[in-house]
C-alpha cells in the first residue's frame, strides 16, 4: 500500500465515521432510519449521541493525524478497534428474534466489519 493509498484509506474511514457521527446528531432520525433502525426514542437518541460523538472525535482524530504517520498509526488502530466492536454488537444483534434488530444488525455488521479490516490493514502498513 503506497503512501498515497494509505493516506486515501485513512481520509475514507475517517470521512464515513464523521458522516454517521454528524447525522446521528444533526438528523437522527434520518441516520438511524439508513443504518436500518427504527424511531429512536429519548433513551435511544441519548445512546446514539454518545456513539455519534465518539464517532466525531474518532474521525477528527484520523484527520488530524494525516500528517504523522505515527499518529496516524495510533489513531487508524483505535479505529479498528471501535469499528470491531462496533461489529461484535451487530453480529449479536443480527441473532436477534426480532426481525428489524435482525435486519439493523445485518446492515451494520456490512458496514463494520469492513471497516475494521480497513481500519486494522492500514495500521499495520503505517508501522
Given amino acids: 500500500?503506497?503512501?498515497?493509498?494509505?493516506?486515501?484509506?485513512?481520509?475514507?474511514?475517517?470521512?464515513?465515521?464523521?458522516?454517521?457521527?454528524?447525522?446521528?446528531?444533526?438528523?437522527?432520525?434520518?441516520?438511524?432510519?439508513?443504518?436500518?433502525?427504527?424511531?429512536?426514542?429519548?433513551?435511544?437518541?441519548?445512546?446514539?449521541?454518545?456513539?455519534?460523538?465518539?464517532?466525531?472525535?474518532?474521525?477528527?482524530?484520523?484527520?488530524?493525524?494525516?500528517?504523522d504517520r505515527a499518529a496516524l498509526r495510533r489513531a487508524s488502530a483505535a479505529v479498528a478497534i471501535a469499528d470491531a466492536?462496533?461489529?461484535l454488537t451487530f453480529a449479536l444483534a443480527s441473532r436477534s428474534d426480532d426481525p428489524a434488530t435482525r435486519t439493523a444488525g445485518q446492515r451494520g455488521l456490512a458496514a463494520a466489519a469492513p471497516a475494521a479490516l480497513a481500519g486494522a490493514v492500514l495500521a499495520a502498513r503505517l508501522r
Avoid at 25 to 37: H, I, K, Q, V
Fill in 85 to 87: 466492536a462496533d461489529a
Fill in 1 to 67: 500500500m503506497s503512501a498515497g493509498l494509505e493516506r486515501s484509506a485513512a481520509i475514507g474511514l475517517a470521512a464515513g465515521r464523521l458522516a454517521i457521527g454528524a447525522g446521528l446528531w444533526l438528523t437522527p432520525g434520518l441516520a438511524a432510519s439508513a443504518l436500518g433502525f427504527g424511531a429512536l426514542d429519548s433513551r435511544a437518541l441519548a445512546l446514539a449521541r454518545v456513539a455519534a460523538t465518539r464517532d466525531l472525535i474518532l474521525g477528527a482524530w484520523q484527520l488530524g493525524s494525516l500528517d
